[in-house]
């Protein structure tokens, strides 16, 4: 073994790493017999970067074959107490090097992607992209973020995130709030969107916030007879909120539901989920919607859906005149900066947001400081709290 180590440090010169060591019985008979053999795994001290026209290997990292010692019979190898802690030690400086390594890299490729960002913001632009803005919107918030800070100002990453989050509030269009006029006629808000993200959920928080909180007039109608339990649902909630509920299959019971609710001051509308590749159920809805104008029709989307999802299921329900959206389950998503990108383009406004299933606590209106610092801040979206006043 000495005989080996010492070939090791002649061929790897004196700074070489021992990463294994070995010994096994060559030749012989059921292990009687033979020559022992050591075997040494061991890594060069120094590791120049690989050509750059050479496939990259793990730098450094050779095999030092066998080396063969005339020991006789194989003893069992002791190795010097210091030697694998030192061994232990230099492996770590080799991985903090080698991670230092890879870090500046990924910045370098990242810079050479991204030629039109400023230098001292490429780490600010990396994470908008993570919280999924998108490259177009990252990129003119970054550029907008040099325009108004100073150098000294921009290597404070605290005060970017917060210009940062200042512009995307700026920049989020929100509708504010459903408020009650006090007309002749209840106000008539209907919920749609695609199944599963929410919309009934969202109805019993609404119809909870205007009735028990601001102590207003409240009734709900449901469009969904089809889906078996649906309407259970829904009683269920209006019971317990102390609401009337109207059950509409066609747009002239939809009237007649509307009608028997004229005391009211405001009308939730709940309606089935409904797909925009579905047109029949979107044409469907239409006519329930000529039947009954709704005075605000809300999208309901998840913001765990993926943006492309996300435009395209606000283009397909424009047709119903849902100029607002509210979107559901911020506690559940990953990136926000799909809310900011699918919103961006599209002729809707943010609402309402709800952070959980709980009702009617997990509702919030959706206030563009918040949303921009969610994006910004690219925290859990569990723990999500309103913005202070
Ligand atoms: N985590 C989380 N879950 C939510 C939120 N809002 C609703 N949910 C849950 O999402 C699931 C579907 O909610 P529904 O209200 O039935 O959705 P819907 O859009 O009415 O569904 P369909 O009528 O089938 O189209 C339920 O388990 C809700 O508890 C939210 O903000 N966060
Ligand atoms: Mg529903």
Redesign the pocket.
């Known amino acids: 073994m000495a005989e080996a180590l010492a070939k090791v440090k002649r061929r790897l010169g004196p700074d070489a790493v021992i990463l294994k060591t070995r010994v096994t019985n060559r030749g012989g008979l059921l292990r009687v017999g033979g020559k022992a053999v050591a075997e040494i795994i061991a890594q060069a001290g120094h590791h120049p970067l690989p050509d750059q026209g050479r496939p990259a290997t793990i730098p450094g990292r050779d095999r030092v074959g066998t080396s063969e010692c005339a020991e006789g019979a194989a003893k069992p190898v002791i190795n010097s107490p210091n030697e694998p802690a030192t061994s232990m030690a230099t492996l770590a400086r080799e991985v903090t090097a080698l991670r230092e390594l890879v870090r500046q890299t990924a910045h370098e490729a990242r810079r050479a992607r991204t030629p039109l960002v400023p230098a001292a913001l490429v780490g600010h632009y990396t994470e908008l992209i993570q919280a999924a803005v998108g490259d177009e919107i990252a990129q003119d918030l970054v550029h907008r973020v040099r325009q108004t800070l100073s150098s000294k100002q921009l290597t404070d990453p605290e005060r970017v995130r917060q210009e940062l989050a200042r512009i995307i509030a700026d920049r989020l269009p929100v509708a504010g709030p459903i408020t009650l006029m006090g007309g002749p006629a209840p106000k008539i808000v209907a919920l749609v969107?695609p199944?599963?993200?929410?919309?009934?959920?969202?109805i019993a928080k609404l119809a909870a916030e205007f009735s028990i909180r601001q102590n207003r007039k409240v009734g709900v109608v449901t469009l969904?007879t089809v889906?078996i339990g649906?309407v259970d649902t829904l009683r269920t909630y209006a019971r317990v909120i102390q609401v009337p509920l109207g059950v509409a299959g066609s747009p002239i019971e939809l009237e007649r539901a509307v009608a028997s609710m004229k005391d009211r001051d405001v009308i939730f509308v709940d309606t089935?989920?409904c797909g925009i590749l579905d047109r029949a159920a979107l044409d469907e809805l239409a006519r329930f919607f000529n039947a009954v104008k709704p005075d605000e029709t809300h999208l309901?989307l998840s913001s765990t859906a993926n943006v492309e999802l996300l435009e395209a299921t606000l283009e397909g329900f424009k047709a119903l005149g849902a100029d607002r959206v509210i979107f559901?389950?911020?506690?559940?998503a990953i990136g926000l900066g799909a809310i900011l990108r699918s919103l961006d383009r599209a002729e809707a406004r943010l609402s309402y947001v709800?952070?959980?299933?709980r009702v009617p606590n997990?509702l919030e209106v959706g206030v563009g400081r918040s949303i921009a610092r969610w994006i910004v801040g690219g925290m859990s979206a569990r723990g999500w709290h309103a913005p202070a006043a």
């Open positions: 969107g199944t599963g993200v929410g919309k009934t959920t969202t969904d889906r649906a089935p989920g309901v559901t389950k911020l506690d559940e709800t952070t959980g299933q997990d």
